[in-house]
T-cell receptor
């Protein structure tokens, strides 16, 4: 079946540095990818919708300059957390779909810890 | 506006007992509804989905859910719980139906504990 790979699975970085998270669709071309953030014991919060070749659409309250999203190809989207702070520590999950009628496939998430 | 409310952040059942996880939705248009399961430090796995066909939807691992428009509910059930069912369960509603931007909005989740 379709698989979405997310890398890294865990990352620890120092405050003030930037971290890049990759989301790859392994056996299909994803026209749309979504990025979610999940706080401990809470739900997934949609951060942004990423369409290949165009700018990401951010949800209200999500800082575009803080969370840079690039969907450069049909199989890769990246989320860069810039100038990370401890409050950015969270579980980030991506998902991808082939087209509007296709099922959504989730990556296994990235645990970001900012010290 | 759309939203999902999951009643009960924690549900505990004995192995072999009925599992009932509640979900109510609010949507300005006919919704697509989903149930996902999440195991620790992993992504989400689709259990089942409602897409306006049969109101009783059967999913994987013996789970099923019934769409009740009059009650705006989409509760998840399983007749007999298994230890391996212990996980976090999320109900989700999809908007932008028919478009290429199928945003999913999730409920807060219900942690299911299964006692031996």
């Amino acid at each position: 079946g379709a698989v979405v790979s997310q890398h890294p699975s865990r990352v620890i970085c120092k405050s003030g540095t930037s971290v890049k998270i990759e989301c790859r669709s392994l056996d299909f071309q994803a026209t749309t990818m979504f990025w979610y953030r999940q706080f401990p014991k809470q739900s997934l919060m949609l951060m942004a919708t990423s369409n290949e070749g165009s700018k990401a659409t951010y949800e209200q309250g999500v800082e575009k300059d803080k969370f840079l999203i690039n969907h450069a190809s049909l199989t890769l989207s990246t989320l860069t957390v810039t100038s990370a702070h401890p409050e950015d520590s969270s579980f980030y999950i991506c998902s991808a779909r082939r087209d509007g009628n296709s099922p959504l496939h989730f990556g296994n998430g990235t645990r970001l810890t900012v010290t | 506006a759309q939203s999902v409310t999951q009643l009960g952040s924690h549900v505990s059942v004995s192995e072999g007992a009925l599992v009932l996880l509640r979900c109510n939705y609010s949507s300005s248009v006919p919704p697509y509804l989903f149930w996902y399961v999440q195991y620790p430090n992993q992504g989400l796995q689709l259990l089942l989905k409602y897409t306006s066909a049969a109101t009783l939807v059967k999913g994987i691992n013996g789970f099923e859910a019934e769409f009740k428009k009059s009650e705006t509910s989409f509760h998840l059930t399983k007749p007999s719980a298994h230890m391996s069912d212990a996980a976090e369960y999320f109900c989700a509603v999809r908007v932008d139906r028919g478009s290429t931007l199928g945003r999913l909005y999730f409920g807060r989740g219900t942690q299911l504990t299964v006692w031996p």
